[in-house]
């Protein structure tokens, strides 16, 4: 007599593959992302991107701006880390024109790009427990995230797309407040961590969808150009903090976190530690903060060099490069941003393969895409 | 783990969860310890004072202004938000023909909160003003026009 096990067992059954959409209108790509998905059943053969849908040619764009005004425009790339991105145009002009600024300059941004690295892994914790189905974290993200966002708003005067660094230096100077708001959000903060980790973290639901899900070797990270928490999930040292250090990351001691899972639970927490890890590096910049200019005497027309300068930061997403061409006028000639989440997604190639349909909604969730920022 | 196992543990990081969110829920329905949330329309909205809000020009209450019309803000921005009308007027202590601004014309619906016009301004003629309540059934309501009208340079800007 025949089991049904038997019946269904692979050899026998007839299976045809088929094209399934996801995107670009689905709520887990957050944002306008199409993925061809090629199915077997419910379980995912091929992933193919189809890019395209936010485009806005920045790139040709900025070919038309002064120097001055390329950096609004990087806010809009990948808009959760957008101080890093203002941040690395404003180097390599620096590097370019060789600027030295000032060590205030140097800790205001570096204090800034860890205040937008915990919004950004506050913003992208709240939201990837939404897409697994746990929609407390998303109110208590929030209610964190905003502490952040009023620092933001009372130095910046915006909340998510700062425009707050200019090449020399920075727009204001720092709020009176800021050093008080920071003291006080630091012991909010390492008081809320531990309660994230019980809300979600040990959670047997939530363990289930993350452990052993989505695997990245570091050879796959490495060959695909991934970076930043993608990468570091998977154990390849890739912290440009630590490896090219810029602004005043060499004047601080923090650690780079690496989890060798390569799994969606180590690139989960690599960010939660990460978080940890930016507290650090706040609180030994908070009371440290140097008197001086805000802003190096600078020509209002900026002309570099002829030559080709480059300089990467570490933004929340992985390693952000800008590339600037300059033939000596007052608009660059080719401006070329090596942007995180574009080499990410192709390493979701890899780790998406074989897995079931919604176990590929949290594998996006963990790569932590930014739309805009893989468009540009 | 025995299948009980595995079923007591489940229930047991749930309720370590729940736990969490109890904590703040049975506090607030007593007496609102953590209640943040602003309930806008009926309580006003907090403002901080650098908020990049729109842009305008500010006049003294002799309905002068700063503006000289350079057009160093006009050269500055990165999208074509401003637009410098300017005219030529006989000044009247010297005889000479000068140029004056006509009109300030400032087109929110393409502005991007940069600041750099606010940065390049040589005589702080324009600023940050922090209302929001920008929205408008009509995308030519977003086009103003800075200076007020009958509006003159303040005496003394231009040395």
């Known amino acids: 007599m025949e089991t049904n096990t038997q019946i269904l067992s692979t050899e026998d059954l007839r299976s045809q593959e088929y094209f399934l959409n996801m995107g670009p209108q689905h709520p887990a790509t957050h944002g306008v992302l199409r993925l061809l998905l090629t199915m077997d059943g419910e379980i995912v053969k091929n992933i193919e991107p189809d890019l395209g849908y936010i485009h806005r040619g920045i790139e040709k764009m900025v070919e038309y701006d002064t120097y001055r005004q390329i950096i609004h425009v990087t806010d809009r790339l990948d808009y959760l880390s957008s101080h890093m991105n203002n941040e690395a145009v404003a180097l390599a002009i620096e590097k370019a024109l060789e600027v030295e600024v000032s060590d205030r300059i140097k800790v205001i941004r570096t204090m800034m790009d860890e205040l937008t690295r915990i919004a950004s892994h506050l913003l992208w914790w709240g939201v990837m427990g939404m897409d697994i189905g746990a929609l407390t974290t998303f109110m208590y993200a929030f209610r964190d995230r905003e502490m952040i966002n009023e620092i933001m708003e009372k130095t910046t005067g915006a909340r998510l797309t700062m425009s707050y660094n200019i090449p020399g230096g920075v727009m204001f100077d720092l709020h009176p407040d800021f050093v008080k708001d920071v003291k006080a959000f630091i012991p909010h903060m390492r008081k809320v961590l531990p309660e994230y980790d019980r809300l979600l973290t040990g959670n047997i639901i939530f363990q289930r969808r993350m452990k052993g899900v989505g695997y990245l070797s570091a050879e796959d990270a490495i060959s695909h150009g991934a970076s930043g928490p993608v990468a570091r999930g998977s154990g390849v040292r890739c912290d440009i903090r630590k490896k090219a250090p810029y602004s005043a990351y060499d004047r601080v001691e923090f650690d780079e976190i690496i989890e060798t899972g390569g799994d969606n639970l180590a690139r989960y927490q690599v960010r939660m530690r990460e978080m940890y890890e930016s507290l650090n590096i706040l609180e030994q910049l908070v009371d440290n903060i140097p008197e001086g200019p805000y802003q190096m005497p600078m020509r209002t027309l900026i002309k570099l060099p002829k030559g080709e300068f480059y300089q990467r930061v570490e933004t929340a997403r992985g390693e952000f490069g800008v590339f600037i061409v300059s033939d000596g006028k007052k608009n660059p000639y080719r401006v070329k941003f090596r942007s995180p989440g574009f080499s990410n997604l192709n390493a979701l190639i890899q780790a998406g393969r074989g897995v079931k349909l919604a176990d590929l909604v949290a594998i996006m969730s963990t790569f932590d895409f930014v739309i805009p920022d893989i468009d540009r | ?159």
């Open chain 2, 1 to 159: 783990m025995t299948y009980f196992g595995k079923i007591f543990y489940g229930i047991k990081t749930l309720w370590t969860g729940m736990k969490v969110t109890g904590g703040y829920f049975f506090p607030n329905i007593t007496r609102k310890k953590y209640v943040i949330t602003r309930q806008y329309p009926d309580e006003p909205a907090v403002v901080f004072p650098r908020f990049k809000g729109e842009v305008v020009m500010w006049h003294n209450e002799n309905n002068e202004h700063r503006c000289t019309g350079c057009q160093a803000c006009e050269i500055a921005c990165p999208n074509g938000s401003i637009e410098i009308i300017w005219k030529r007027e006989v000044d009247p202590e010297t005889g000479k023909k000068k140029k004056m601004l006509d009109q300030h014309i400032y087109h929110l619906s393409m502005c991007t909160m940069c600041s750099l016009c606010i940065q390049a301004c040589p005589t702080n003629a324009i600023m940050w003003s922090t209302n929001f309540h920008n929205a408008t059934y009509d995308r030519g309501l977003l086009t103003k026009v800075l200076n007020k009208p009958g509006s003159k340079l303040m005496a003394g800007v231009e040395e």
